[in-house]
């Protein structure tokens, strides 16, 4: 009986204390007002806004090259519709965060429109114009005739915390006012979003739901304060979202409302991080700073005397570790401001110094060959791929995605078109195909050989500028 009653006792300790760590658990992972969620969005859902935007996209017939001849005209006459305008809408959201009309959402939610209407939810409408626009960080202020609007105040990312609760609000597919809740998981995430695949930097990540639509929406403490800008999603991934921090929206919005853009200065490198191996073969002991990869061409960089391979260790006396940092001590710079850069260059320490530029949308520090824009994107031909596109030749690259509008679209190029040749230059691969563009500039025309289902045939189209 003592064994049984011994034994007895002991399970219901053990009960005891597993019930008084899940209450624990519960109470420190729940917030103590139940109602806090709530509240927080009844108090700022006035100022959160939707963003409907309209595109007039102009479709011009790959046969319009042949018919605008006069000798094809003679013979067949006019061709109807050989350019049309096809109009494009899209939805995001956005949020008031000055009274007097002022509203903050992302650059790709109003980029191309020429139409923009803001509703409020209680069904307001007004037009809205970009009086600022910021593609490398994807931060956009839109304005409306309006004043004594509701507005959500601005909090400060840098305090938030991985782990605390988070709530999106936004217009996911057109379901206006929709809110979801999380947590931050993360920060500091680098990630490739946007239509450009440019990578971004220093995202907030949550689990709180986030859906085409929702671009441009708050990302809220349970203060009720914004700490990120809604952005990016994944695609086919599970409770993964991104978030613009609140604070990087907080350090440009000054210039965006008084110049429309943000001025920031530009070395012009294309760098990459170092790993053991590369830093061993350049005689390094510590994979600590950048390797140079490239140089634009009349760059800052290349009036120092900078060139590929050297690897930048330190930028006026402060160490540079990785390409963030890096970047992130440039953009901290004005152009027109010298620094001091020491780099490492066939196993010696050597100091150049550098008069930065200002950064343009055509000179983001990113190699020559990207400053050509033919339309399309291509990718080297994988097993995957091969089955995708039902492939015919494992050898060139192969189109991916073709931008409407664009060169290739004009001239009917698709994904699935695998390019062997560049201006009767073999492609056999991605890095041929890049030392190709590499020779291109804006204005040229280009001759490629495409392969389509197994048949090749040439096509000519006009390279434009990025």
Known sequence: MRRVCSKGIFGVLVLVFFAAVNTGWAASAIPENPDIVADI???????????DTLRIAVYRSPLAPFFSDP??????????????????????????????????????????ANEIKVTFIDGKEYEGKVVGADSLTDIAVVKIDADNLPTIPLGDSDKARVGE???AIGNPYGLSHTVTVGVLSAKGRPISAGDSGREYE??????????????????????????????????????????????????????????????????????????????????????????????????????AGL????????????????VSSLQQEIRSRRPGERVRLEVWRDGKRIILEATLGELKESSVGIPEIQQVDLGFEVAEITDDLVERYSLRTTR???????????????????????????????????????????????????????????????????????
């Open 41 to 51: 969005v009844e108090r700022v859902s006035p100022a959160v806004v939707n963003i």
């Open 71 to 112: 000798f094809f005209r003679r013979f067949f006459g006019d061709i109807p519709e050989l350019e049309r305008q096809i109009p494009q809408r899209g939805i995001g959201t956005g949020f008031v965060f000055r009274s007097d009309g002022y509203i903050l959402t992302n650059e790709h939610v109003i980029r191309g």
């Open 165 to 167: 609760f988070v709530i």
């Open 202 to 303: 220093n995202f907030l990540q949550t689990d709180a739901a986030i859906n085409p639509g929702n671009s441009g929406g708050p990302l809220l403490n349970l203060r009720g304060e914004v700490i990120g800008i809604n952005t990016a999603i994944l695609p086919y991934a599970q409770g993964i979202g991104f978030a613009i921090p609140i604070n990087m929206a907080k350090s440009i919005l000054e210039q965006l409302i008084e110049k429309g853009k943000v001025v920031r200065a530009w070395l012009g490198v294309y760098i990459q991080d170092l790993t053991p191996e590369l830093a061993q073969k350049f005689g390094l002991s510590e994979a600590k700073g950048a390797l140079v990869a490239d140089i634009s061409r009349g760059s800052p960089a290349e009036e």
């Open 307 to 322: 060139k590929r391979g050297d690897i930048i260790l330190k930028v006026d006396g402060k160490e540079v570790l990785t």
């Open 396 to 466: 060139g690259v192969v189109i991916v995605s073709v931008r409407v509008g664009g060169p290739a679209d004009k001239v009917g190029l698709r994904p699935g078109d695998v390019i062997l040749e560049v201006n009767r230059t073999e492609i056999a691969s991605l890095a041929d195909w890049e030392e190709a563009l590499a020779r291109i500039t804006p204005g040229d025309t280009v001759l490629l050989l495409i392969d389509r289902g197994g048949r090749t045939y040439f096509v000519p189209l006009k390279a434009e500028k990025r």
